[in-house]
């Protein structure tokens, strides 16, 4: 439990930390909740770690052009209690207050989790549910992608060498009808699986649905069956529409939950957070 | 209720008195050993078998040693003048395997030490570690005790190929009578799980050798430091009087630092062989894979009983997982679970046959409640079954079987004397608390509506106070000073070497009240063997009621010196002490108790037959065990979608003889609880077939966290000890021991309409999931 020899610098700007990152040798290092454990573990040994936790133009939340627009070193307690967030796209607040303990909530960051793409982490589910987009920057420039292109397969994200995240987007106007239902391994609290569902509805009937679902496989998806088969019913019709959200996975399995577990617990847990959306909508 | 203001009139033991130490553990001001810093000091790092089992064919230490500060390395064969780690128990026919503290040709569990590397700081030590090569001859390993002892498995050590460690057998009274007698028996295997006891604060040493006395200093997180003293001064070939142990500040130990380890007479090799202080920290990894672990029991439980209820006899076949080498008390804790085997019930005949079983894992010992947990998991589970198979209330089955009152000091089945109990007491108060009567219709009514509510029942019985010492293995008796200084200011030491219980304030109580003077005047000192006079230590509940009773004995004899004092300063031979002076019952004429410790000082004028100074040490040997116990109900519901135990209500109700301090009481009692329904609900050490710890990291160990653990109701009802002055039984252990039976009951007894008879710990959401799947399919 520890971590090789590296050197640390701290930039204060977003131009010197892409270029001190251009040779795609350094780490950028955000909360350090992820990046940390795995240095100390020896499972990452970088000779050279990039701060981005002194950059102000990367701290932020705004409401501007039609999206929540939350720079790379938002923490999760940041997302979790900002009243912008909470009142346009709701889902990731609640989704945010939800990741680790307080300690975690207060250093680790959304563009950390979302560069990390850890498989059972939180945010993916609630941005695959919103339709995020996420910004990338080098020293030469930026992109922009959506959550689905970004996260690519476990632990592994579009990024290029040299690439961090600046910003992720979602659409303002998120609506109430959203609900994160997670259920916890109970000893690290990540997800052994966590759905995240936005819908619209009118007189009790789902109109349109939106469902994120992580911790059941490689990486965060989206269920588009599910979200179809939602459409047109009402609460009672909710546990036939999700029964689906497992068909064709690869599910994860391990001494926490065996992958046949977790995929009913994919459903449970879907149609629970369904209905809390529903009810909410 | 609130915390006490402490005035100096009036008694403090039984008040709820913040712990005193407290402030400079939650303000960060105390030195535990990794904050221990001495000027030329080097860092250890260890290397450790990543296998199971493998001979080293080839090890190579060039490059870690030619590494730019790295100072020393050390490999098994420079550490042959060094004596094995030391086995304390015995038993008839015990095979203890050499536990060198390095290994030599051959690694027997993951984890196992092999070489050490000392650099000019711990990450160096730590990249030397990295850069030694070694070649491992893999070989097979199990992880399993029973399948270790079945007779076809890979031999732990070659030399015992049936990888059987010891047998013990214990019978009592005629058990195969009572089983012809009984109209029906109930038969069951219960597992006790291997669990990682997770000190918040893992092992640590910092040895420094002072090569002009040839003296040895040894910092290390132990709950023994005067035992570790003795046998690290064995292990090193070191004179006793030359060896000093620190314990400095700790963070927990729950029987993990009742030990003598490898790394701690290593520390002390490494220390002499280079002159200079070396720390060694324990990684969280480590402590998982190194430090010992508990339970590790498959049981199985036959119970013989008449269709009215009584109890006729039992008896049972136990495997205890050993792990590779036997740790300080190793062998000797499955005999405990023997011995409390019979709980709180009278029957007189009972059969146990302990099998030890070597695996290739890291050893257990005591663990938080250290062979109780799984006896009192067994009765209390067996009584269950017993009663559902006749179809018997739970509460009336216990009420016929226990030991009545007018039975104590009742001789148990086993050969123990319970000191003194009122069973029935703490169980009426208990259903009483949460409406039995209220909560049975409830449940009928969640039954009707398919829903799954438990009510699970324990009532504990525990042996505590180690010990008599015949009984123990390396003494039970403790040690006590009271220092009273020219000034009146009063030290007392302890050799308890208590660890987190809370005895700095307690003992400052007993002192406090016996003295007549304010909390503010005592200073308790523990932990260091060149401060405080030879102690046995901290464990098995033993610190107030061994510890504190010692205590209570120096304090009655520093009383009378200072009487003494106080007659010759008042003129007079009719003085009483009360509130801290001595009053002359003539006159009404009093000095202060720093005029009576003066006078000892200065000793201008002696009392007759009276020594100078004002200084007590008690050693006392306890005439018995205690043995504290109650009832705890747990009250559970099922969700029958994901299979989670949801716990709605807690009830402990806890006889643990006379109360000090009912604040720390209740800290230790919900510590206890949230252990055992750890063990209950989430914890499990898991080795795979090649024993590799699966659980290795925080990460896949669950231990509850403070929004797991449902609000304890709790109460007491007061039974004193006899066997010691104080009336004090044993608190730390209590909530563990009762913790899990009562939820396995309670899962059992939701679960119960669907034809469930037992679920094995610890009880899963997946694992009830398919409990339920199965018997609704
Ligand atoms: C005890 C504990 C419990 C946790 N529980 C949960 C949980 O319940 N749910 C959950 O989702 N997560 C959980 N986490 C993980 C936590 O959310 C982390 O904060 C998160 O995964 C990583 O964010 P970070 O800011 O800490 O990133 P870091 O650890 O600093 O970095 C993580 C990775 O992302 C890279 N990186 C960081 N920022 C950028 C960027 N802007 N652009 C490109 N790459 C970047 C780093 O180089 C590194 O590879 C837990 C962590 C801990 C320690």
Redesign the pocket.
């Known amino acids: 439990m520890i971590a090789q020899n590296f050197d640390y610098t701290a930039p204060a700007s977003l131009a010197e930390a892409l270029s001190l990152l251009a040779s795609g040798e350094a780490?950028?290092?955000?909360?350090?909740?992820?990046?940390?454990?795995?240095m100390k573990l020896r499972l990452?040994a970088p000779d050279q770690v990039v701060d981005?936790g002194r950059i102000p133009e990367?701290n932020y939340i705004r409401h501007d052009g039609g999206r929540v627009r939350i720079g790379?070193?938002a923490t999760?307690h940041q997302v979790a209690t900002s009243t912008t967030v909470r009142s346009q796209c709701p889902l990731l607040a609640a989704t945010a207050a939800?990741?680790?303990?307080v300690?975690?909530r207060n250093?680790?960051?959304i563009?950390?989790?979302v560069?990390?793409a850890?498989p059972?982490?939180?945010?993916p589910a609630a941005l695959l549910a919103l339709g995020a987009e996420v910004t990338?920057a080098n020293a030469g420039g930026s992109r922009t992608l959506s959550i689905e292109d970004f996260l690519v397969d476990t632990f592994t994200t579009a990024?290029e060498p040299g690439?961090?995240?600046?910003e992720i987007s979602v659409p303002a106007g998120g609506g109430s009808g959203c609900h994160y239902q997670k259920m916890?391994q109970p000893a690290?609290?990540?997800?052994i699986v966590g759905i995240a569902v936005q819908v619209t509805a009118s007189g009790g009937v789902i109109a349109s649905a939106r469902v994120g679902v992580t911790g059941l496989t490689g990486k965060a998806f989206r269920a588009h069956g599910v979200e179809a088969a939602l459409v047109g019913k009402s609460a009672a019709g909710i546990a036939e529409a999700v029964a689906g959200i497992a068909d064709g996975v690869d599910a994860n399995s391990d001494i926490h939950a065996s992958a046949g577990y977790r995929c009913q617990m994919a459903r449970v847990h879907a149609g629970r957070a369904v209905a809390a959306a529903l009810a909410k909508a | 209720m609130a915390t006490t203001t402490i005035t100096k009139t009036e008694p403090l033991v039984g008040k709820r008195i913040r712990r005193r130490e407290d402030p400079r553990l939650i303000t960060g001001a105390a030195t535990y050993v990794d904050d221990i810093k001495l000027p030329g000091m080097y860092h250890a790092a260890i290397l450790r078998s990543p296998h199971g089992a493998a001979r080293i064919a080839a090890l190579d230490i060039s490059r870690a040693a030619a590494h730019p500060g790295v100072v020393a390395v050390f490999t098994g064969k420079d550490i042959t003048g060094v004596g094995p780690v030391p086995c304390g128990a015995s038993l008839p026919g015990l095979r203890v395997p050499v536990h060198t503290i390095l290994a030599q040709d051959r690694v027997y569990f993951v984890g196992h030490p092999v070489a050490v590397v000392v650099a000019s700081d711990r990450y160096i030590a730590r990249d030397g570690v990295d850069l030694i090569d070694v070649e491992w001859d893999v070989l097979p390993a199990v992880s399993d005790p029973e399948k270790a002892i079945a007779g076809d498995a890979p031999a732990v050590h070659p030399e015992w190929p049936d990888n059987i460690a010891f047998h013990h057998h214990q019978e009592n009274g005629n058990v195969d009578d009572a089983f012809a007698q009984a109209e029906v028996v109930v038969k069951q295997r219960i597992t006790s799980q291997r669990l990682i006891p997770t000190a918040m604060e893992t092992r640590g040493v910092v040895a420094d050798f002072q090569t002009g006395d040839k003296a040895l200093t040894l910092y290390s997180s132990t709950q023994v430091p005067h035992l570790l003293r003795t046998l690290i001064a064995l292990m090193l070939g070191l004179p006793e009087n030359k060896t000093r142990v620190v314990a400095p500040e700790m963070g927990g130990g729950f029987g993990s630092k009742l030990n003598v380890y490898a790394e701690e007479a290593l520390m002390g090799f490494v220390a002499m062989k280079i002159g200079k202080p070396v720390k060694w920290i324990e990684s969280r990894r480590e402590n998982y894979l190194t430090t010992i672990h508990g339970r590790g029991h498959v049981d199985y439980f036959e119970i013989a009983a008449k269709r009215d209820g009584t109890i006729l006899g039992m008896k049972l076949k136990l495997i205890q997982d050993i792990g590779a080498y036997h740790q300080l008390l190793t062998p000797a804790i499955p005999t405990l679970s023997v011995l409390m085997m019979p709980g709180l019930y009278k029957f007189q005949n009972i059969r146990a046959h302990v099998v030890g079983a070597f695996t290739n894992c890291v050893p257990t010992d005591a663990y938080r409640g250290a062979g109780r947990p799984e006896a009192t998991h067994g009765i209390e589970r067996m009584v269950d079954m017993l009663a559902a198979e006749i179809g018997m209330d739970p509460v009336e089955i216990r009420l016929k079987n226990f030991v009545a009152n007018e039975q104590f000091p009742f001789s148990t089945a086993t050969g123990l004397v319970y000191d003194s109990g009122n069973y029935a007491a703490p169980l009426m108060k208990a259903l009483d608390l949460v409406d039995y009567q209220g909560l049975r219709a409830q449940q009928k009514k969640a039954r009707e509506e398919g829903r799954l509510m438990g009510i699970g029942i324990s009532t504990y019985g525990e042996i505590c106070a180690f010990g008599p010492s015949p009984a123990t293995p390396a003494g039970g008796w403790e040690s006590a000073t009271v220092k009273i200084d020219p000034t009146g200011k009063v030290t007392v030491m302890t050799g308890a070497c208590p660890h987190g219980q809370g005895e700095e304030t307690t003992f400052a109580q007993i002192t406090a009240d016996e003295l007549g003077i304010p909390l503010d005047d005592i200073h308790v000192i523990r932990g260091d063997t060149a401060i405080v006079q030879y102690g046995i230590g901290t464990f098995g509940s033993r610190g107030t009621a061994v510890g504190g009773a010692a205590l209570y004995f120096a304090l009655q004899e520093v009383k009378a010196k200072l009487k003494r004092y106080g007659a010759m300063l008042l003129e007079s031979d009719d003085v009483s002490y009360q509130g801290g002076q001595c009053v002359c019952n003539k006159t009404g004429r009093t000095v202060s108790l720093a005029e009576m410790s003066g006078a000892s000082y200065r000793a201008m004028k002696l009392p007759p037959n009276t020594s100078p100074g004002m200084q007590v040490t008690n050693f006392w040997e306890p005439p018995n065990f205690t043995f504290p116990f109650g009832a705890h109900i747990a009250v559970t519901e099922i969700d029958r979608e994901t299979g989670a135990v949801q716990v709605k209500r807690y009830f402990a109700v806890d006889d643990i003889g006379n109360i000090i301090n009912p604040l720390i009481v209740d800290g230790q009692l919900h510590g206890g609880v949230a252990q055992g329904l750890g063990q209950a609900l989430y914890e499990q050490a898991v080795y795979d077939e090649n024993a590799q710890l699966v659980t290795g990291e925080l990460m896949d160990y669950a231990v509850p966290k403070a929004t797991m653990v449902p609000w304890i109701e709790s109460d007491h009802t007061v039974t004193p000890s006899p066997v010691n002055p104080l009336g004090v039984k044993g608190v730390g252990e209590a909530g563990t021991i009762g913790c899990s039976p009562a939820m396995v009951n309670s899962v059992v007894d939701a679960l119960r309409p669907l034809g469930v008879k037992h679920v094995d710990m610890p009880m899963t959401s997946e694992k009830i999931w398919r409990i339920l799947n199965s018997a609704q399919a």
């Not at chain 1, 780490?27 to 795995?38: D, E, T, V």
């Not at chain 1, 690290?188 to 997800?191: I, W, Y």
């Open positions: 780490k950028p290092l955000a909360g350090g909740m992820s990046l940390i454990p795995m990452a981005l990367l790379a070193t999760h939800q990741i680790g303990d300690q975690v250093m680790g960051t563009g950390g989790s560069a990390h850890d059972a982490a939180d945010y990338v990024l690439e961090i995240i600046t916890l690290s609290g990540f997800a």
